[in-house]
């Protein structure tokens, strides 16, 4: 093998390298990205300890609802004042929303058309 052809494999073998580092570190992301997913639903991120009702369930901030519904803070003040939104609890001052009630919430939301029964 000549000097050339050994620098040409050393390229194609870096090139190779540098392919599987950048998924490597794709794959390292979406981990890291599923963690902080996994830790807003049942905490707080880096809080060790969510806050729990006394029956066991995980009790939800009003950020975290927001981020699973995806509508802001402000939505969420103003369904509650009409009692349209999930289920709340309010708990020394802050607003907690039990897991179960926001899936409950979502499952009753759901729809199997676009429109709505003929109205006769």
């Not at 494999?9 to 490597?24: D, H, K, N, S, Y």
């Not at 509508?71 to 897991?99: D, F, N």
Request: aromatic share 6%.
């Amino acid at each position: 093998m000549t000097g050339i052809e050994l620098v040409r494999e050393f390229q194609i073998a870096a090139t190779g390298a540098r392919r599987a580092l950048a998924v490597a570190e794709k794959a390292v992301a979406d981990l890291n990205a599923k963690a902080e997913a996994f830790a807003l639903a049942f905490g707080q991120p880096g809080d060790a300890s969510p806050a729990i009702a006394s029956n066991g369930d995980a009790l939800l901030t009003a950020d975290d609802v927001a981020g699973i519904l995806r509508v802001s803070k402000a939505t969420l003040a103003r369904w509650r004042v009409l009692g349209t939104g999930p289920g709340y609890v309010k708990k020394q001052g802050r607003i907690l929303y039990r897991a179960e009630t926001v899936e409950k919430f979502v499952i009753s939301k759901e729809r199997t058309k676009t429109r709505d029964e003929a109205r006769p």
